[in-house]
């Protein structure tokens, strides 16, 4: 019995062995990624970074990072076409236009894995979102908004596109944080997201509405617009300016105190986490994308911290 034992024992252990052995050896899978903009802004040099730094990390990924040069939806279908016939494994991508690219995200869906970054398509068949809480976000920015106009005010919104859902749900954030205040929303100023027109929008509200009281620009380029328009009218200090994302000239702008303040995005964050867990997922990890939803915090940004901030931004790009 004793020998049965041990015979039993050492076959055990042999066993053990081959599997640990085995498990050990699994190659790694090398997969081919790709993370695609919605426009051209600087923003996005910070989630190309972090995709950079992701699949440096990994070491067995390829992110091909592509920038839309004019913010079109039909330009973003072109890529994405492009990236499914090369056979890339995954795709993230900042949607456009949710409400009329929804059946094509749902194609691309089923060819190959699909997430949306910064600008969701949430009833498409993508399997995560990776990205800011823009409701929240937007209700940071109307506290902003409330905090500069103590005895409230007329005020406008300014965006690339008023569909797009990072920009329904910002506005509707800061519709939900001026609820029951004396500030009023005139309206919502669209430029396709072009900054020579996002400057023409801002100067045209100055002249048509003298007595505003702020200006609110929703996407990154539309703070330096507003900036721009509110100097050329000699009326810095006079308009207030509040703004989203980290474009030099708004940090600038709220270094000098011609910007109140801005709620800033961690686009770092967004490649760097959409590369890292499509990663995961398609290594077999499929619980890695939760509920569908990963929300990257914001933060606010004044006069009293953007030194430290601009300091911050100008390490992640290696300046």
Same mark, same amino acid.
């Given at each position: 019995?004793?020998?049965?034992?041990?015979?039993?024992?050492?076959?055990?252990?042999?066993?053990?062995?081959?599997?640990?052995?085995?498990?050990?050896?699994q190659p790694v899978k090398h997969f081919k990624l790709a993370f695609v903009s919605n426009n051209a802004a600087n923003f996005w040099s910070f989630a190309r970074a972090g995709c950079n730094s992701a699949a440096k990390q990994l070491g067995n990924v390829d992110v091909d990072f592509r920038i839309t040069s004019s913010g079109g939806s039909a330009e973003q279908r072109t890529i994405l076409d492009d990236l499914v016939a090369r056979g890339t494994d995954g795709i993230a991508v900042s949607v456009d236009d949710p409400d009329n690219q929804?059946?094509?995200?749902? &194609?691309?869906?089923?060819?190959?894995?699909?997430?949306?970054?910064?600008?969701?398509?949430?009833?498409?068949? &993508?399997?995560?979102?990776?990205?800011?809480?823009?409701?929240?976000?937007?209700?940071?920015?109307?506290?902003?908004?409330?905090?500069?106009?103590?005895?409230?005010?007329?005020?406008?919104?300014?965006?690339?596109?008023?569909?797009?859902?990072?920009?329904?749900? &910002?506005?509707?954030?800061?519709?939900?944080?001026?609820?029951?205040?004396?500030?009023?929303?005139?309206?919502?100023?669209?430029?396709?997201?072009?900054?020579?027109?996002?400057?023409?929008?801002?100067?045209?509200?100055?002249?048509?509405?003298?007595?505003?009281?702020?200006l609110v620009g929703l996407w990154n380029y539309n703070g330096p617009a507003i900036l721009n328009?509110?100097?050329?009218?000699?009326?810095?200090?006079?308009?207030?300016?509040?703004?989203?994302?980290?474009?030099?000239?708004?940090?600038?702008?709220?270094?000098?105190?011609?910007?109140?303040?801005?709620?800033?995005?961690?686009?770092?964050?967004?490649?760097?986490?959409?590369?890292?867990?499509m990663d995961e997922y398609l290594q077999g990890k499929t619980d890695v994308f939760g509920n569908g939803k990963i929300f990257i915090p914001t933060r606010e940004i004044k006069k009293d911290n953007a030194a430290a901030y601009q300091a911050e931004q100008k390490q992640i790009l290696g300046q």
């Amino acid at each position: 019995m004793k020998k049965i034992q041990l015979l039993l024992s050492a076959l055990l252990l042999a066993a053990l062995v081959t599997v640990g052995v085995k498990s050990e050896s699994q190659p790694v899978k090398h997969f081919k990624l790709a993370f695609v903009s919605n426009n051209a802004a600087n923003f996005w040099s910070f989630a190309r970074a972090g995709c950079n730094s992701a699949a440096k990390q990994l070491g067995n990924v390829d992110v091909d990072f592509r920038i839309t040069s004019s913010g079109g939806s039909a330009e973003q279908r072109t890529i994405l076409d492009d990236l499914v016939a090369r056979g890339t494994d995954g795709i993230a991508v900042s949607v456009d236009d949710p409400d009329n690219q929804t059946a094509f995200l749902n &194609r691309v869906a089923g060819q190959t894995l699909l997430i949306c970054a910064d600008s969701d398509a949430s009833a498409s068949k &993508r399997a995560c979102y990776i990205g800011t809480d823009n409701e929240a976000a937007g209700e940071k920015a109307g506290e902003m908004i409330k905090e500069c106009l103590p005895n409230g005010g007329k005020i406008m919104l300014f965006v690339g596109h008023s569909d797009a859902q990072n920009a329904v749900e &910002r506005a509707g954030g800061i519709k939900k944080a001026l609820a029951g205040s004396n500030i009023q929303i005139i309206d919502i100023r669209t430029d396709d997201t072009d900054p020579v027109r996002a400057q023409e929008n801002a100067s045209d509200t100055l002249v048509k509405y003298p007595d505003i009281a702020c200006l609110v620009g929703l996407w990154n380029y539309n703070g330096p617009a507003i900036l721009n328009a509110v100097r050329a009218a000699g009326k810095i200090g006079q308009v207030k300016i509040v703004c989203f994302d980290d474009e030099q000239d708004t940090l600038s702008g709220i270094a000098s105190g011609a910007i109140y303040g801005t709620v800033v995005q961690n686009p770092f964050e967004f490649g760097k986490q959409a590369v890292t867990l499509m990663d995961e997922y398609l290594q077999g990890k499929t619980d890695v994308f939760g509920n569908g939803k990963i929300f990257i915090p914001t933060r606010e940004i004044k006069k009293d911290n953007a030194a430290a901030y601009q300091a911050e931004q100008k390490q992640i790009l290696g300046q």
